[in-house]
């Protein structure tokens, strides 16, 4: 049978779906069934930042998988306590512990759940248009209608400030907030960064009302924009961040890292069966040693920079605005991005939609700076089109 009638017989439904069907993947390429190559600038929705199938990935969890694939957290584990150690070591200062989950909604679930029972308050003051998850408690932090309509009552406690409105900001923080959660660059929302106010701001109004800030790196984290965290670049200081995506190199890995000022936390208060497994924290400490020893956020940094000016410098009155930071990259335009989308699949390139009128670029840190200028040129061309 057919692999997309096949699939399509038996999924949920949940998914809108491409007319293509990838079965292989090496650095920033992927092959679809019938051996015609892309240059993937989605990614796995920047899950494979290190490129598809990386070696000292694949070597890893081969050793891995020979050897012990799972094994609770009720449990001591060798290659978990490694990766521990190489979090903390890469973490911003004082993120020195973390929790071990596997996805990014699931580390936002636990951030938001630490904050309440840190500080004893319930109010989680989220930004419109971010983008946190879809389980009821990230999904309650998620602003988009379209996210939450049909699963409401969600969980209380949350209000939505405008992004980057320091003043709204301040008036939404009391002293019966548990934390503010962001991201320094919106994802799904439409690429959009804060600004360097807003980021002081959300500390500054937290540190005033003695509530948490919670930032979510899950798109943001391990490169991606050209430090190693976004926080990094804003030189604030997260009590809490999440962290996920590329974590394990594509296997599902999330982290909730955590600063001294989080409390409260005994055991049975949460737990993940699958949180820190052997097989994945193998990957992930695989992920984390590549990104180091080859500087991948210099290198996200250095891409992202020519990437933003030659996108920048298309002559085309359908684009209303490129913005990004390294190589999380949105290309704001002023009609929607599906034909476009379709158009740059046609040509052997994908890409992200963030929002109806953005066009997503999320390419793995490997990309090479002949396949970056490819994407670029069918960027332009499509748009001529």
Known sequence: MDIMAQESRHTSGVYYKRDVAIVRGEGALVWDQDGRAYIDCVGGHGVAIVGHCNPDVVAAVQRQAERLITCPEVFYNDVRAELLAELAAVAPHDLDRAYLCSSGTEAVEAAIKFARISTGRIGVVATKHGFHGRTLGALSATWEPKYRRGYEPLVPGFTHVAYNDVDELAA????????????????????????????????????????????????????????????????????????????????????????????????????????????????????LRYITTHDLPARAATLGQRALERLGAIDNIVIKEVRGLGLMIGIDLRKRSTPYLKALMDRGVMALPAGSTVLRLLPPLVITEEQLDTVCDAVAEVLAS
């Open 172 to 287: 939404a923080v009391t002293d019966e907030t548990a934390a503010v959660i962001l991201e320094l660059v919106q994802g799904e929302g439409g690429v959009n960064p804060a600004t360097q106010a807003f980021a002081e701001a959300a500390r500054r109004v937290c540190d005033e009302a003695g509530a948490m800030l919670i930032v979510d790196e899950v798109q943001t984290g391990l490169g991606r924009t050209g430090a190693m965290f976004a926080c990094q670049r804003y030189g604030i200081q997260p009590d809490l961040m999440a962290v996920a995506k590329a974590l394990a190199g594509g296997l599902p890995m999330g982290a909730t890292l955590l600063s001294p000022r989080v409390s409260g936390l005994s055991a049975g208060v949460h737990g993940s069966t699958f949180g820190g497994n052997p097989l994945c924290a193998a990957a992930a400490l695989a992920t």
